[in-house]
């Protein structure tokens, strides 16, 4: 079995039933899993803690948007392999975050140099180069749980120049039980819990990340997470706050968000694809009750409800990338790929 640092190092831990996982057992170069977007507005269920307990996502639907591969590759193979020079491996998760780590053998950890998550209009870059976290703790079981403090900086293009953070993490292991996933049911599984905080002064005031997330791990598995709930909040006293939820699961559920049952559309085109310029064309059917650009997260970025057959999208802010356009007609729900250079 394979252990993951998956979404900026939120780790794994080991489980009961494998006793306890060495640090050998750490992904590798190479290594990869698709995960599919999930309801962002799903219960993350922070309080069903414990042994012996159970995790309904039953009734979860999904976005209908291809699968994400999360790899792990080489740090120098990164494009921002320079801002974290103590790093080994970059966990890469397809159109979403970057996290650096590397492993200390003697220790019996797995350090954490930070990570790079893309909004919209601007790239964030947080370096725990001066403090790395120590996301994980060899062996860990349901129960356990330690802290973390974590030193660096962010640097993100509005700012100008990169702005001191320091914080702290907690990571536990808070329950044991049964994961339900739409029709699938996973038993003997170990949930990881990270909440993590970091601060910064910019122009006068604190500035706030915060990230947390629940991850579920099957011991009969390859390593990967079955199933991540995660949440990334900045808040910044000059711009408001920025941040979304993302939820990811090995299991592609067929079953879309808000809509009982999946019939045809006809059209749904957007022109230039890929779009070099500040805005697309969006071609749709008659009646379209609804279009919705969504990141490569599934966070929604553009809402047109009662569309005409063709509409035009400013996209002028959007950062290089894939995205997603969904049209809803009564039961029928169709999604499009659109890449943006």
Not at 56 to 71: A, F, H
Not at 189 to 210: C, D, K, P, W
Request: glycine residues 8%.
């Amino acid at each position: 079995m394979k252990l993951p640092l998956l979404l900026a190092g939120i780790c794994a831990t080991s489980l009961l039933s494998a006793q306890s996982l060495e640090l050998d057992d750490t992904l590798s170069t190479g290594d990869m899993m698709t995960y599919y977007v999930l309801d962002s507005n799903a219960n993350a269920f922070p309080d069903v803690t414990g042994s012996d307990v159970t995790w309904d996502y039953s009734t979860i639907g999904g976005y209908g948007l291809p699968g994400n591969t999360n790899e792990i590759i080489n740090r120098e193979d990164s494009d921002f392999a320079a801002d974290f020079p103590g790093a080994v491996y970059a966990e890469n998760f397809e159109n979403s975050l970057l996290s650096f780590y590397s492993n200390d053998a003697d220790a019996g950890e797995v350090y954490i140099h930070g990570f790079v998550f893309e909004e919209v209009s601007s790239d964030y870059v947080v370096q725990y180069n001066d403090d790395p976290l120590t996301s994980l703790k060899f062996p860990m079981s349901v129960g356990d749980s330690y802290t973390d403090a974590i030193e660096g900086e962010v640097t993100v293009d509005f700012l100008g120049s990169p702005v001191d953070i320091t914080g702290e993490a907690e990571v536990t292991a808070d329950g044991l039980g049964t994961l339900k996933v739409g029709d699938n049911t996973y038993t003997n599984v170990l949930r990881v819990h990270t909440y993590e905080q970091s601060e910064g002064f910019i122009f006068g005031a604190t500035n706030t990340i915060t990230r947390e997330s629940y991850m579920y791990y099957d011991p009969s598995g390859d390593g990967f997470p079955l199933f991540v709930h995660a949440t990334i909040l900045i808040e910044l006293s000059i711009g408001g706050d920025i941040g979304y939820t993302t939820v990811y699961s090995q299991d592609n559920i067929t079953e879309l968000v808000g809509i009982e049952k999946n019939e045809e559309i006809s059209t749904l085109a957007v022109y230039p694809n890929p779009a070099l310029g500040n805005s697309v064309k969006i071609t749709c059917d008659e009646l379209t009750e609804s279009i919705v650009l969504f990141s490569s997260l599934g966070e929604e970025l553009v809402r047109i409800d009662e569309p005409k057959n063709s509409v035009e999208v400013d996209i002028s802010n959007f950062a290089n990338g894939v995205y997603f356009i969904q049209a809803t007609k009564g039961n029928a729900v169709r999604t499009e790929k659109l890449i943006v250079k």
